[in-house]
């Protein structure tokens, strides 16, 4: 069936280092997209979002960029944090009509201080 | 002052047991969902309810009974717990209805119920 993957199970940064988890969706229709972020003993948390009309959308140190033509997602995450590690998972639904998000497996990301 | 609450938190029981886990939403949202999430951390949608109607029902075991007694509150009850039903469990909300193309999907997750199925 058609899921939500991502390439990389755990993401190693140093502290201060950009970081870059990437997301690939098989569902040509979805045409919204979220990343959420999961700390140890809590449930996931918003971080942002993008619409397919749009190719990037920018927050506070965080950039999500989308690609329709080869199906690709990516969370970019400037100077990380100690606070930043985390699971992160990019999550899709078709904005249309009653939905639930369909969310990929995680990615761990660890960083070094 | 929690916006998604669940309870309890933690549940241990026996395999065969009947138990609940409860939750409640105070962001007026009309939308709740339950998530299921295995060891892999993997997060699959159980059912979803708008203003109280059952509008998502995946493909979940009949022992597994959501239970909506007002658009607050979205309760899960399951029946004859297996090994296999270890897992977290997350309860969410959302604000569907905004009018017309003013959806937002953003969901408002609780802290989780971990239940473990000895």
């Given at each position: 069936g058609e899921s939500?993957?991502?390439?990389?199970?755990?993401?190693s940064v140093?502290?201060?280092?950009?970081?870059?988890?990437?997301?690939a969706y098989s569902n040509s229709a979805s045409d919204y997209f979220i990343w959420y972020k999961q700390e140890s003993g809590k449930g996931p948390q918003f971080i942002i979002d993008i619409r397919s009309n749009m190719d990037k959308r920018q927050g506070q140190r965080v950039t999500v960029l989308l690609n329709k033509t080869v199906k690709h997602l990516s969370l970019q995450i400037a100077a990380t944090q100690p606070g930043d590690s985390a699971v992160y998972f990019c999550a899709e639904t078709l904005d249309t009509g009653r939905r639930a998000?369909?969310?990929?497996?995680?990615?761990?990301?660890?960083?070094?201080? | 002052d929690t916006a998604v609450s669940q309870t309890p938190k933690y549940l241990v029981?026996?395999?065969?047991?009947?138990?609940?886990i409860k939750c409640e939403q105070n962001l007026g949202h009309d939308?709740?969902?339950?998530?299921?999430?295995?060891?892999k951390k993997f997060?699959?949608?159980m059912f979803s309810y708008n203003n109280k109607e059952l509008i998502i029902n995946e493909t979940v075991p009949n022992r597994f009974s959501p239970k909506s007694p007002d658009?607050?509150?979205l309760n899960l009850h399951i029946n004859s717990l297996e090994l296999g039903d270890s897992a977290v469990y997350f309860c969410a909300s959302s604000q569907e209805n905004r009018g017309v193309g003013?959806?937002?999907?953003?969901?408002?997750f609780g802290e989780g119920s971990r239940l473990t199925v000895l």
């Amino acid at each position: 069936g058609e899921s939500v993957g991502l390439h990389l199970p755990t993401l190693s940064v140093q502290e201060g280092d950009n970081s870059i988890i990437n997301c690939a969706y098989s569902n040509s229709a979805s045409d919204y997209f979220i990343w959420y972020k999961q700390e140890s003993g809590k449930g996931p948390q918003f971080i942002i979002d993008i619409r397919s009309n749009m190719d990037k959308r920018q927050g506070q140190r965080v950039t999500v960029l989308l690609n329709k033509t080869v199906k690709h997602l990516s969370l970019q995450i400037a100077a990380t944090q100690p606070g930043d590690s985390a699971v992160y998972f990019c999550a899709e639904t078709l904005d249309t009509g009653r939905r639930a998000l369909t969310f990929g497996s995680g990615t761990r990301l660890q960083v070094q201080p | 002052d929690t916006a998604v609450s669940q309870t309890p938190k933690y549940l241990v029981t026996q395999m065969g047991n009947d138990k609940s886990i409860k939750c409640e939403q105070n962001l007026g949202h009309d939308t709740m969902y339950w998530y299921k999430q295995d060891s892999k951390k993997f997060l699959k949608i159980m059912f979803s309810y708008n203003n109280k109607e059952l509008i998502i029902n995946e493909t979940v075991p009949n022992r597994f009974s959501p239970k909506s007694p007002d658009k607050a509150h979205l309760n899960l009850h399951i029946n004859s717990l297996e090994l296999g039903d270890s897992a977290v469990y997350f309860c969410a909300s959302s604000q569907e209805n905004r009018g017309v193309g003013l959806k937002t999907g953003e969901l408002f997750f609780g802290e989780g119920s971990r239940l473990t199925v000895l």
